[in-house]
């Protein structure tokens, strides 16, 4: 079944350390993939994605992601973090088994302490 | 803006009672999608349409649950009979189709069954 699993439920970083967030996913095929953050009471942002080619993508506000096919990651990161990334993020797989919409994590949290 | 709008933002309903929500998709976009988000919860697909076409809907819309996307702009979501566990963020999407679909979300329509 296709599914999408983000271990960490909640994560706290120091404003300018470094971040990774974790997203496994279960595809039986070669996947769409996304990373969308929400803030509190707020929809979802796309922050990247990954279609296919170059393996490492960039995206919005400094992040980047990189697809490993053999672990079946899609992890997000980024080097230097701001107290203003506080939020919750998701990773998504797709298209689902009807070739429509998009499957997600249950996210994780992010908390950046100063 | 010409993100995705929905409307109402937040809705306080008593158990029982009807409610509708609104969803606009970004100009030219021609498929829609209808997500259920619970707290601590990633979002769960609900429904989608192609143009007016209702192609997709998940087990989790139960027979009170209808959307409709007449002539194919903009889009409702009725919940008749309204039960506590109907309470979540309701969340459109569009996206302009295509072999790398990218999937844009709103700001979401908070529910409160009380």
């Known amino acids: 079944a296709q599914s999408v699993t983000q271990p960490d439920i909640h994560i706290t970083v120091s404003e300018g350390a470094s971040l990774e967030l974790r997203c496994n996913y279960s595809?039986?095929?070669?996947?769409?993939l996304f990373w969308y953050v929400q803030s509190p009471g707020q929809g979802l942002q796309l922050l990247l994605k990954?279609?296919?080619?170059?393996?490492l993508v960039q995206g919005i506000k400094g992040f980047e992601a990189e697809f490993k096919r053999s672990q079946s990651s899609f992890n997000l990161r980024k080097p230097s973090v701001h107290w203003s990334d506080a939020a919750e993020y998701f990773c998504a797989v797709g298209p689902n088994q009807a070739g429509t919409a998009l499957i997600f994590g249950k996210g994780t949290t992010l908390s950046v302490s100063s | 803006d010409t993100g995705v709008s929905q409307d109402p933002r937040h809705k306080i309903t008593k158990r029982g009672q009807n409610v509708t929500f609104r969803c606009d998709p970004i100009s030219e976009h021609n498929r829609l999608y209808w997500y259920r988000q619970t707290l601590g919860q990633g979002p769960e697909f609900l429904t989608y349409f192609q143009n007016e076409a209702q192609l997709e809907k998940s087990r989790l819309l139960s027979d009170r649950f209808s959307a409709e996307r007449p002539k194919g702009s903009f889009s409702t979501l009725e919940i008749q009979r309204t039960e506590q566990g109907d309470s979540a963020m309701y969340l459109c999407?569009?996206?302009?189709?295509?072999?790398?679909?990218?999937?844009?979300f709103g700001e979401g329509s908070w529910l409160t069954v009380v």
């Open positions: 999407a569009s996206s302009p189709g295509g072999q790398r679909n990218t999937i844009y």
């Open positions: 595809y039986g095929a070669t996947p769409y």
């Open positions: 990954y279609f296919s080619g170059d393996t």
